[in-house]
């Protein structure tokens, strides 16, 4: 079956931009979450998806949304980009109830400029 | 406040012997624990998991032993293979239905042929 597919791989963005990353969760897989990988902190949770409600949410300022569609694809969003913004973007999914394996996307690599 | 904590960065061991990662955690509330392999630039691979009610769940060369009253967890690989050099993960689940996991820093495991 296919994975956890996250588009763009790459991205450089300008300091005070804007930035949407995609997450295309496992197929039956209703949760979608989001971490933030950088060398100092590690990995961070940002937030939780599930059946396109917030479920859960991580310590990171209003810049940081997202939001889940019907089809549980996931997208985050950040504002007004800041340079320590730049990092590793995961994803994971999983069916969102239960014990089972939560599958992480390969991720998406955000430098801030 | 981290509530899981990997306290060795590293470890080195000879291919062939047995790897022993740790992990300890605060928050007795966690229910569910997880260990990932993780290569640079890459998301996360699941590699073992455990539910609290266990003591220890065997995979192959992989086994997590789970102690509750001293809130420890550890990953045994026997035998260590040059491929298992990575960053290793340990992660924490809340109670309940989510999708909130609290990663330990990681310990980086060479493995020498």
């Known amino acids: 079956k296919a994975g956890v597919t996250q588009t763009p791989r790459y991205l450089i963005k300008t300091r005070g931009q804007q930035v949407t990353l995609s997450c295309s969760p496992i197929s039956g897989h209703r949760s979608v979450s989001w971490y933030q990988q950088t060398p100092g902190q590690g990995l961070q949770f940002l937030f939780e998806y599930f059946s396109e409600t917030q479920r859960n949410k991580g310590n990171f300022p209003g810049r940081f949304s997202g939001r889940q569609f019907s089809n549980s694809r996931s997208e985050m969003n950040v504002s007004t980009l800041e340079l320590g913004d730049s990092a590793l973007y995961l994803c994971a999914s999983s069916f969102g109830q239960g014990n089972g394996g939560y599958t992480f996307g390969s991720g998406t690599r955000l430098t801030v400029v | 406040d981290q509530q899981v904590k990997q306290n060795s960065p590293s470890l080195s061991v000879q291919e062939g012997r047995i790897s022993i990662l740790n992990c300890d955690y605060t928050?007795?509330?966690?229910?569910?624990f997880l260990w990932y392999k993780k290569y640079p630039a890459e998301g996360p691979t699941f590699l073992i998991s455990i539910s609290s009610i266990k003591d220890k769940n065997e995979d192959g060369r992989f086994t997590v032993f789970l102690n509750k009253s001293a809130k420890h967890l550890s990953l045994h690989i026997v035998p260590s293979q040059p491929g298992d050099s990575a960053v290793y993960f340990c992660a924490a689940r809340g109670s309940g239905n989510t999708g909130k996991l609290i990663f330990g820093q990681g310990t980086t495991l060479q493995v020498k042929p």
């Open positions: 928050n007795s509330m966690f229910d569910y």
